[in-house]
């Protein structure tokens, strides 16, 4: 009888471990980017906010948001360039042109060189909120201006490993997340801060996505 009890408390506490391994593994991830208790309240506020409807039809053309990374600051470098410079580290450049540097990405945790010439895919500037679900969002009925602002607005833009960016493509929160789940609270907050920021709204999928996200947050102050 006593050895029967042994043996139930030892797979008690198999399955408590194993139910929790992915809650634990993914809290200690989320630990690496930790956000500030202001951000997240913030951004929890922000997202009660977000109109909830269904996209408007897919007529999205890049086109509408003017030539690809214009620029818009009037810094005499386009807006590929500015992010480069501000995401890489041991950054070379000619003038405005970077043309080798380092990324830490943030979407998948591997470092990546940069080398502008053929192997400059390898490292590319995503829209966090993706221009075609900005379209669909609300874009669509803003003036030419306003799209070309949005498609070159720094704090929508984020240096990254090219294949990530590939695979998200226009993906809302609903369909993607970056693979490395840490990142996801960071990534969570920063569409909400946009979409917030530029009047767009969010689909019901797509609000219950970045709910499940900030309720995974870890904060650090």
């Not at 810094?75 to 580290?89: A, K």
């Not at 874009?139 to 990254?160: E, I």
């Amino acid at each position: 009888m006593r050895g029967w009890w042994v043996w139930a408390a030892v797979l008690v506490c198999c399955l408590v471990v194993g139910l929790g391994g992915p809650w634990w593994t993914r809290t200690r991830a989320a630990a690496q980017y930790p956000v500030s208790s202001s951000d997240l309240a913030a951004a929890r506020g922000a997202l009660a906010d977000l109109t909830v409807r269904e996209a408007s039809p897919d007529d999205y053309d890049r086109a509408a948001f003017g030539t690809a990374w214009a620029d818009e600051d009037h810094n005499g470098c386009d807006t590929r360039d500015d992010i480069l410079r501000r995401d890489l580290t041991n950054v070379v450049a000619d003038g405005c042109t970077v043309l080798s540097g380092a990324l830490a990405d943030p979407y998948t945790r591997t470092d990546i060189p940069f080398a502008r010439g053929p192997s400059s895919a390898d490292v590319q500037i995503d829209h966090v909120v993706a221009l075609a679900d900005a379209w669909a969002t609300g874009a669509r009925d803003w003036s030419a201006a306003r799209r070309r602002s949005f498609a070159n607005d720094p704090a929508n833009l984020l240096a990254v490993d090219g294949g990530a960016n590939q695979d998200k493509g226009s993906s809302d929160a609903s369909a993607w997340l970056p693979p490395s789940v840490g990142y996801r609270c960071v990534y969570a907050v920063r569409q909400v801060r946009v979409k917030a920021a530029y009047g767009l709204w969010v689909t019901p999928d797509e609000h219950a996505a970045l709910a499940r996200e900030l309720g995974r947050c870890v904060v650090g102050r």
